[in-house]
């Protein structure tokens, strides 16, 4: 998974057409060391969709804009609105991403 490096590289990742998964993470979260065991598989099983990283600390006002607050986090963005909010208690199993994924088409 691309980790977002720059605040140009985010707003370009937000605004594509497509579902854009970002996962807000920190270095030192053990929630998020879990979830980076197990969130290969199921980018695999969800090829349509565009995964990445951000760091909320590292960007912060972007986490603060968006809600976050609880990492990890996943926020699904599609022509630059956010279109889904995964919080950090719903995102500790690979089936309650997969399942969240899933309910994505409905929210467009």
Known sequence: MERIQSEQQYLDTI????FTVIKFDTTWCPDCKNLDRFIGDVIDQHKDKTF???DAEKFQPF???NGVRGIPSLLVFQNGKKIAHLHSKWAKTPSQISEYLETLESKV
């Open 15 to 18: 605004n594509s057409d497509g």
């Open 63 to 65: 986490a603060e804009e």
């Open 52 to 54: 990445y990283a951000l």
